[in-house]
């Protein structure tokens, strides 16, 4: 069998993801372009299986997308799953290519866009998941949404969104954590401003250090802003090696996002490291992970103050050992790489017939 997963852009961060299908499919392959509509997110180098990388075509000021020489290719493979994006052409011209085949095609994504519930676009996302068949959510949140507000057609299913193992878990080693972490793409929609001028306001030990992992067009500013106070702010680039990831996030009190979260919330909580975030923010499904004063605090008003004053809160709430390892459990149990591998596969199986 052969089946072909094509992404707009596919990070690396889907390694232990791809590699976990690749071992049950063994002919499964991603095609992938190589940038996304927001152009800090491009794909991967190293998706732990074969792959290949075209260049997208963007049209109307990036609003819509072609991505070249992979429409046969869609077209012939046994199961396709596209990303569920209709500014993609590619993905209504796969769906519609397979459809007029009396092939199923699986849609993976998000119930509604970033930008929240608005009709007239629910409606054509919906309209795109009917055409392809079925349907592939990220959390069983988003599946009730979909269900009450358009029906139980097409038939659908859900594979959380992970980033790791559950069978490579480990706790949290006893540690003191002292320093704060900012995860992500350095882009305006993740507001990593907001988390610099918190740091530099709030009212914390000289030795407490802020971490910025990530690459983004912000960068540049944030390091100037960084170089004229007189905290310690360290700038890493992109980080994909899980073992030092875990070493910022074992060494962080808590990771700070005043932008739309998404899987940070997953990636952080897996390694005990709890979230300070904006309730007022289009955030991604996966908010559901967080639990108020358990394994995050809540700001309201997303300003530097607000979150500085949460960031003192957060010293004295979240330095415990045991809480931490209790929140990694519970991330852990929620969203892993074994139970989003088995969702994409029950959907693809089902888009064969089986």
């Known amino acids: ?33 190589d940038v996304h509509f927001e152009p800090s997110f491009r794909s991967g180098r190293e998706l732990g299986i074969t792959f290949q990388q075209n260049k997208n075509s963007f049209f109307i000021k990036r609003r819509l997308v072609w991505q070249r020489k992979v429409f046969l290719q869609c077209l012939t493979a046994d199961a396709c799953i596209i990303e ?28 509604e866009s970033r930008a929240g519930y608005k ?5 054509i996302r919906h309209f795109q998941r009917r055409l392809c068949g079925v349907a592939l959510f990220y959390t069983n949140k988003e599946l009730m949404v979909a ?56 009212k914390l030990p000289p030795v407490c250090a802020m971490h910025f992992v990530g690459e983004g067009p ?21 980080v994909s090696d899980r073992s030092v990831l875990a070493g910022l ?14 899987l940070s919330i997953v990636q952080s909580t897996y390694f005990g490291c709890p979230i300070i975030y904006s309730e007022r923010e289009p955030h991604a499904p996966e908010i559901i992970l967080a639990k108020e004063g358990f394994n995050s605090l809540s700001v309201e008003h997303c300003k530097p103050d607000c979150f500085a004053k949460k960031m003192e809160c957060a010293r004295l709430l979240f330095e415990d050992f045991h809480r931490r390892v209790e929140i990694a459990k519970h991330s852990v149990s929620m969203f892993n790489v074994e139970k989003m591998a088995d969702g994409f596969i029950a959907a693809v199986n089902y888009s064969l017939g089986k």
């Open 84 to 111: 569920h994006n209709p500014r993609s052409l590619t993905a209504w011209a796969v769906g519609l290519g397979r459809r007029a085949l009396g092939k199923q095609t699986v849609s993976w994504g998000h119930v």
């Open 1 to 33: 069998m052969r089946a072909v997963l094509l992404g707009i852009a596919v990070g690396d961060y889907r390694r232990a993801f791809l590699e976990r299908v690749k071992s049950v499919i063994s002919g499964f392959e991603v095609i992938s372009g």
């Open 218 to 238: 912000m960068r540049p500013a944030l390091e100037k802003m960084a170089q004229n106070s007189d905290r310690k702010v360290s700038f890493h680039g992109h």
């Open 147 to 202: 269900t009450d507000r358009y029906g139980k057609k097409p038939m659908a299913f859900v594979a959380p969104n992970a980033l790791y193992s559950c069978s490579e878990w480990k706790p949290p080693p006893d540690c003191s954590p002292r320093d704060f972490i900012f995860i992500g793409r350095l882009s305006e929609d993740k507001k990593p401003n907001i988390a610099l001028q918190a740091f530099i306001l709030a």
């Open 119 to 123: 009709p007239l676009i629910g409606l």
């Open 249 to 262: 996030f074992y060494n962080s009190i808590a990771a700070i996002s005043p932008g739309y979260v998404g």
